[in-house]
Nanobody, 128 residues
Framework: QVQPVESGGGLVQAGGSLRLSCAASGLRFSTYAMGWFRQAPGKQRECVAAIDWSGANTVYAESVKGRFTISRANAKNSVYLQMNSLKTEDTAVYYC?????????????????????WGQGTQVTVSS
């Protein structure tokens, strides 16, 4: 059974940093693109970053460009999200998700319904 598991969330002051991790067991990891999404109360789930199988191709939401970095370690079936210069508006539940590579290369990385597997989420709270 495929079950991505996120970790690393928590409470941090504005301007601080957090590193989220996601371990995806039971998955042929190198055949999937991975995405990080977030959802704040009352808002739609949005894609903040996505990465292809090799790690050479990444995409970011405009709101996090220059502050967040997505990376992956295929040998560990893991994907990471380094978040720097955090803002209060980054407060949300963060999810990792796995998507077949074909959909990623077709540009469908920002649509939640195009992902096959989801983690349970980890809360990130940024205080002012």
């Amino acid at each position: 059974q495929v079950q991505p598991v996120e970790s690393g969330g928590g409470l941090v002051q504005a301007g601080g940093s957090l590193r989220l991790s996601c371990a995806a067991s039971g998955l042929r990891f190198s055949t999937y693109a991975m995405g990080w999404f977030r959802q704040a109360p009352g808002k739609q789930r949005e894609c903040v970053a996505a990465i292809d199988w090799s790690g050479a191709n990444t995409v970011y939401a405009e709101s996090v460009k220059g502050r967040f970095t997505i990376s992956r370690a295929n040998a560990k079936n893991s994907v990471y999200l380094q978040m720097n210069s955090l803002k209060t508006e980054d407060t949300a539940v963060y999810y990792c998700a796995a998507q077949p590579l074909g959909k990623y290369y077709s540009g469908r990385y920002s649509y939640p319904y195009e992902y096959d597997y989801w983690g349970q989420g980890t809360q990130v709270t940024v205080s002012s």
